[in-house]
């Protein structure tokens, strides 16, 4: 058993991962996948990054370089949970921009990134809002996808629903 | 192999890119990204052409010849395609051109005017400015400024093995990135300024202190004494209108005393006490039994490489300061004891073809006048004083004599001022790759045999080969020694010492291609032509020197004589040594 706590992955714990990956292809990718995983926060914080930077022999500069092209990795601390808003063509013809400023309003938060590649925090450390340019799913628009799971053809009551039943269990 | 370039039959050699066959046969094809031998991203679709049988134009840059090719470097739609992708790069471009510190040597506003973009069609799709980087007290960035070419992030992980800098980012966002933006100040940064070099735009500079210089000289209460580096002389006259490698050592002497510094000296006659310094510190080395091979350590880029990258190499640097930094302790010391001058008083400006200079300035420890003072008068902390106050690149002297209003070409030759101006040939080499070898040899083969130095060309430590290595013959002795010039050429001399390999007893680095020449503070541009031309005119300088051997400049043997008594004395010890550190992330 693995102990929670909020501590960044680094020493003994990112060693054994970068075991797991040393010397395969795109071992960087896997290790600050992993890093970021077995992180409480899902999340890469700075010294994790140098860590794996030193431990791997990958210029810091490059590390960074990596961790910031793709929208996967995170380097802000996460929420507990993680609502994602699509915001792809289809979706926003089926009013998805709606389903985002609903999402301000029962959270009570503001959100002001609204491109694609941008994340909000709730103050509290409880959501995540997240947009992506597409799913995948377009025949099934609006789709928002709330702790990994995806809501088909969303609609403002549904969307109400279900994040009521996150808030009110908290 | 021949083909054809705008109907024009052209033999060019295989495996030659589409864009060199096209220069080659004088033919100008645009480039913006692409730089020869250093980068060549085919990112920014400036030199696309059009090729008789391709679907789509081709990036010339990454394109090889092939037999027969038919080429249009301007048809309609090559041209056309070509103003597009510059106008796009526009559209996130700031307009501030007229108060740009590349005003006039910028290739995008060069670009932009060649090809008749005459107004701005693309929106501004970026949110939000970019904040600049001011961290480093050698160079700025200004990401606004920056077109995502990759010259800079190209030089300094290929040329220099530094890899400080590198995209970050995606799409909209992306741009130029220091680990977790925490700005060149804070990461391993060698300040080299190769960056600030290539860059085309005015998103790389140095720190400019050309107003703080201005102030000192206003100053009724201030000695302000000029200092210029050997390469500064090569340098200069090209930013000032002149052809490449223009050696204008007596037109800057003059144009410097038009600016109103109270004393010109020269950065080469603290390179001949240099040599002297290291001369003595090699042979006490080699004869007791100390840490060998010795390098160099004239190279501000090349101290932070190693504190960076090798601390544990740190002892086989020679502990020698820097000629600017010797200069600024002797100044402060010597020059105000000889001429009753109070120290305080004295300003120390360099003129230096280098950015990391700038940084090494203002290491904390390069203070060694105010602690020769601190006891005789009495000084209080707060009167602290750097030996060198203020470090300008050859960019920033041109810079202050346009807006002195000096026609720098019209100026009389002028001398050097007395006693820390006089120098001689092997100072003057310090400016080239090989130079501070030559130069040490040249006394170190006197010191050691006793004998006179008939021959003093080492030519097999000269050129612009990357690593250089030489054996030579101290009377029967034969010592091997080597060169290195780029930070990348110098981690592999680094890691044979490392590995227990290293056969050399001496090894000069400098950190930048070609040595000082090539340096990151000089006018732009500076590219492979310009390097080899500011070398030639080093050398010739030095062929026409009278005194050639460090340890036979007058000023150089006042000066132990009166004051430093013996190299590696007690005085040296304080004034004209340091010593380095390890540097944590």
Not at chain 2, 435 to 446: D, H, K, P, Q, S
């Amino acid at each position: 058993m693995e102990t929670q706590t909020n501590a960044p992955v680094s020493g003994e714990i990112l060693d054994k991962i970068i075991e797991k990956h040393r010397g395969k292809p795109g071992m960087l990718l896997t290790t600050l996948e992993e890093a970021q995983e077995k992180n409480p926060l899902k999340y890469l914080p700075g010294e994790t990054l140098a860590e794996i930077s030193k431990k791997l022999k990958v210029p810091y500069a490059q590390v960074y370089s990596v961790a910031t092209f793709y929208s996967f990795f995170n380097l802000k601390p996460q929420g507990k949970h993680s609502i994602v808003v699509c915001r792809g063509t289809a979706c926003h013809t089926k009013g998805s921009k709606a389903l985002l400023d609903d999402i301000e309003k029962i959270l009570g938060i503001k959100y002001t990134g609204d491109d694609a590649e941008s994340s909000y925090t709730t103050p509290d450390n409880l959501f995540t809002i997240r947009t992506v340019s597409c799913f995948g799913q377009c025949a099934q628009s609006p789709v928002v996808a709330i702790d990994n799971v995806i809501y088909s053809n969303m609609n403002s009551r549904k969307l109400l629903k279900i994040l009521s039943n996150y808030t009110l269990s908290l | 192999m021949e083909i054809n370039i705008n109907n024009r039959p052209v033999q060019v050699a295989e495996g030659t890119t589409v864009l060199e066959a096209c220069r080659s046969a004088g033919i100008d094809v645009p480039s913006l990204c692409y730089l020869k031998d250093v980068s060549h991203n085919a990112s920014c679709g400036v030199c696309v052409v059009e090729v008789k049988g391709a679907k789509s134009l081709l990036r010339s840059c990454i394109t090889q010849v092939t037999e027969g090719m038919e080429i249009s470097t301007n048809s309609p739609r090559a041209m056309l395609a070509r103003k597009v992708n510059v106008e796009l790069l526009l559209a996130n471009h700031p307009q501030d051109c007229l108060i740009c510190d590349r005003n006039g040597s910028c290739e995008l506003q060069e670009l932009s005017h060649a090809l008749g973009i005459k107004d701005r069609r693309f929106v501004r799709t970026r949110k939000g400015q970019l904040k600049k980087d001011e961290t480093s007290l050698s160079l700025v960035r200004d990401p606004e400024k920056c077109i995502l070419c990759g010259r800079c992030v190209a030089v300094c992980s290929q040329m220099q093995g530094v890899k400080a800098i590198d995209f970050s980012g995606r799409g909209l966002k992306s741009k130029i990135s220091t680990f977790l933006d925490s700005g060149l100040g804070h990461v391993a940064c060698s300040n080299c300024g190769q960056c600030a070099l290539v860059c085309p735009t005015g998103a790389i500079t140095e720190r400019n202190s050309v107003s703080e210089v201005w102030s000192a000289l206003q100053d009724p209460g201030k000695i302000v004494l000029v200092q210029t580096a050997p390469a500064v002389r090569v340098g200069i006259g090209e930013a000032m209108g002149m052809p490449y490698g223009s050696l204008v050592t007596g037109q800057m002497v003059a144009g410097l005393r038009r600016l109103g510094f109270s004393k010109v000296f020269d950065t080469n006659f603290a390179a001949d006490l240099t040599i002297i310094e290291e001369g003595n510190e090699l042979l006490h080395r080699i004869k007791t039994g100390g840490e060998l091979p010795m390098i160099t350590s004239c190279s501000p880029g090349w101290i932070k490489f190693v504190e960076d990258f090798y601390p544990d190499l740190l002892r086989h640097l020679s502990t020698c300061k820097s000629p600017q930094q010797m200069f600024g302790a002797v100044a402060k010391t010597y020059y105000a004891e000889k001429t009753g001058v109070d120290p305080r008083n004295i300003v120390v400006v360099s003129i230096m073809p280098c950015t990391a200079k700038k940084y090494e300035a203002k290491r904390p420890e390069m203070d060694g006048a105010f602690h020769y003072w601190k006891e005789k008068l009495k000084l209080k902390d707060e009167e602290h004083f750097f030996d060198v106050d203020f470090s300008l690149t050859t960019r920033e002297l041109a810079r202050m004599f346009s807006e002195a209003g000096i026609n720098f070409s019209g100026l009389p030759e002028e001398r050097f001022d007395s006693p820390l101006g006089e120098s001689t040939g092997a100072a003057a080499i310090f400016g080239a790759t090989g130079g501070v070898m030559e130069a040490a040899l040249r006394t170190a083969y006197e010191l050691y045999t006793g004998k006179t130095l008939y021959d003093v060309n080492f030519t097999s430590v000269r050129g612009f080969q990357g690593i250089k290595e030489a054996d030579v013959n101290l009377n029967g002795t034969v010592i091997k020694v080597a060169v290195a010039h780029t930070l990348k050429n110098a981690g592999i001399l680094l890691e044979q010492i490392k590995n227990g390999t290293s056969p050399y007893v001496f090894i000069e680095v400098m950190a930048c291609p070609g040595g000082c020449i090539g340096g990151g503070g000089q006018p732009i541009p500076t590219n492979a032509e310009t390097r080899e031309k500011r070398a030639a005119s080093i050398y010739y300088e030095d062929d026409h020197k009278v005194i050639r051997k460090s340890h036979e400049n007058p000023e150089i043997i006042t000066i132990y004589a009166d004051f430093f008594k013996k190299p590696l004395g007690e005085k040296s010890h304080h004034l004209l040594h340091t010593h380095y550190r390890e540097r944590e992330y």
